[in-house]
C-alpha cells in the first residue's frame, strides 16, 4: 500500500473513533475511502480534517449535515480571503499615496 495512506481500523482504535462515524462521513462525501483486499485506507493527507470532523462531532455534538456545511462555510472563507490578498497586491503594485 503507498505510505500516504493509512489503515481506517488502525486510526478508529488509536484515536477512539467509532468507524461508522467516518462511513458517514464518507457517504456525505467529507472523506475518501479506498478499499485494498478488504481494507479501507484513509488518505494521510486529510488527516486533518477528519480531526476537526471528529472535534465538531464528538465535542460539540454537530451532526454530519451541520459539519458539511460548516466546511462549505470555511472553504468559501478561505476563498474570500485569498481574494482580498490577491486585490491587496495589486494595489500595492499601483502605489501607495500617503
Not at 468507524?19 to 485506507?41: M, N, W
Not at 462531532?57 to 468559501?76: A, C, P
Request: proline share 3%; hydrophobic share 35%; aromatic share 8%.
Amino acid at each position: 500500500m503507498e505510505p500516504e495512506w493509512i489503515i481506517l481500523s488502525d486510526y478508529c482504535l488509536i484515536n477512539g473513533i467509532d468507524p461508522s462515524f467516518i462511513l458517514l462521513l464518507k457517504e456525505e462525501g467529507l472523506i475518501e475511502i479506498r478499499e485494498v483486499d478488504g481494507r479501507e485506507y484513509l488518505p494521510v493527507s486529510r488527516l486533518h480534517d477528519l480531526e476537526r470532523y471528529s472535534r465538531m462531532y464528538y465535542d460539540l455534538s454537530i451532526n454530519i449535515e451541520g459539519i458539511d456545511v460548516i466546511r462549505n462555510m470555511l472553504e468559501r472563507m478561505e476563498e474570500m480571503h485569498r481574494e482580498i490578498r490577491r486585490l491587496e497586491n495589486r494595489l500595492r503594485c499601483f502605489g501607495s499615496d500617503e
